[in-house]
């Protein structure tokens, strides 16, 4: 059973920098196939893929946070993490971590399209 649980969030002000982890459990991430990711979704809006990884460390980001986040992870932490620099106010949502297994096999075919099939519970992200 894959559990995601997510930390780091907060209030910070506009061009201010957070640091996001997820730490997962039901699966290791040097032994298994998957994916994972960060999303978010703002009040009134729909959720949206910010910044996937898969096993192999090739990354995908939104348009909208290119060259201000970097999506990363700690293999022998099983934990993944999200920095979050040069924050907007409209970065401002509830963040999630997702993970897929196995994403379409060795090393994942990652996309914010993709099922993911376990999700955390989510960290709060404030920025005015």
């Known amino acids: 059973h894959v559990q995601l649980v997510e930390s780091g969030g907060g209030s910070v002000k506009d061009g201010g920098s957070l640091r996001l982890s997820c730490v997962a459990s039901g699966f290791t991430f040097v032994t298994e196939r998957y994916c994972m990711a960060w999303f978010r979704q703002a009040p009134g809006k729909e959720r949206e893929g910010v910044a996937g990884?898969?096993?192999?460390?090739?990354?995908i980001y939104a348009d909208s946070v290119k060259g201000r986040f970097t999506i990363s992870k700690d293999d022998n932490k099983n934990t993944l993490f999200l920095q979050m620099d040069t924050l907007k106010p409209e970065d401002t949502a509830m963040y999630y971590c997702?993970?897929?297994?196995?994403?379409?096999?060795?090393?994942?075919?990652?996309?914010?399209?993709?099922?993911?099939?376990?999700w955390g519970q989510g960290t709060q992200v404030t920025v005015s």
């Open positions: 990884i898969n096993a192999v460390d090739r990354t």
């Open positions: 997702a993970a897929d297994l196995p994403c379409g096999g060795w090393p994942g075919l990652i996309s914010f399209d993709r099922s993911f099939n376990s």
